[in-house]
């Protein structure tokens, strides 16, 4: 299995960039996907997840309602589209894979939830 994370970039801030996530060896549309950033010197963190076969979509607090998080099944890719950015949101970006299923609060919040991961993509926000 193999995750391709893409779109990374230098954008000012209240800018967009739009990542791309590519699967190999694996079908999205099985499986929950979820992106984490990663700042120098800090814990990777949840950032989006999509569940498989349901599309129900889950964000941290920090980007709800600028982030949206999307699947292309017929490109075997997740989008992470990044609107409003802001200098805080400079990180190295990964995406991830499950096919663990979870039900209740705080599904695919968690690195340890997921079993393949992606080399990052970086993502610098000037001021």
């Known amino acids: 299995v193999q995750l391709q994370a893409s779109g990374g970039g230098l954008v000012q801030a209240g800018g967009s960039l739009r990542l791309a996530c590519a699967a190999r060896g694996l079908t999205f549309s099985d499986y929950h996907a979820g992106w984490f950033r990663q700042a120098p010197g800090k814990e990777r963190e949840f950032v989006a997840a999509?569940?498989?076969?349901?599309?129900?979509?889950y964000y941290a607090d920090s980007v709800n309602g600028r982030f949206t998080i999307s699947r292309d099944n017929a490109g075997n890719t997740v989008h992470l589209q990044m609107n409003s950015l802001k200098p805080e949101d400079t990180a190295l970006y990964f995406c991830a894979a499950t096919n663990q299923d979870c039900d209740g609060y705080g599904c695919y919040e968690t690195v340890s939830e997921y079993d393949y991961w992606g080399r990052g993509t970086q993502v610098t926000v000037s001021s």
């Open positions: 999509i569940r498989g076969r349901s599309d129900r979509t």
